[in-house]
Nanobody
């Protein structure tokens, strides 16, 4: 069992930055690939980024490439999402998830409650 708690969301202006954190409980954090997803109002949840169990491999969806960076610190049981050059269309609730490497929600077994990110124009 893994419990995930996101933090770091908030209100930021267009072009600003935020760094999301996701703290995991348990001693098996390093056994899971970790992903970030987001869900905007009225839209389906969408994949944002994934990092492998060791953190050596990452993948970002096209819409955030060059602006967002996923990383993890297995010693701290934490995964991060650094978000730069934020745009209003990045406004969403951001979720972290633990599971196997993939871009689909079904690839992940454990989910956090989410943190709100709002980008004002």
């Amino acid at each position: 069992q893994v419990q995930l708690v996101e933090s770091g969301g908030g209100l930021v202006q267009t072009g600003g930055s935020l760094k999301l954190s996701c703290a995991a409980s348990g001693r098996t954090f390093g056994s899971y690939s970790m992903g970030w997803f987001r869900q905007a109002p009225g839209k389906e949840r969408e994949f944002v980024a994934v990092t492998s169990r060791s953190g050596t491999s990452t993948y970002h969806t096209d819409s955030v490439k060059g602006r967002f960076t996923i990383s993890r610190d297995n010693a701290k049981n934490t995964v991060y999402l650094q978000m730069n050059s934020l745009k209003p269309e990045d406004t969403a609730v951001y979720y972290c998830a633990a599971g196997k490497w993939g871009t689909r929600s079904d690839d992940y077994d454990y989910w956090g409650w989410g943190t709100q990110v709002t980008v004002s124009s």
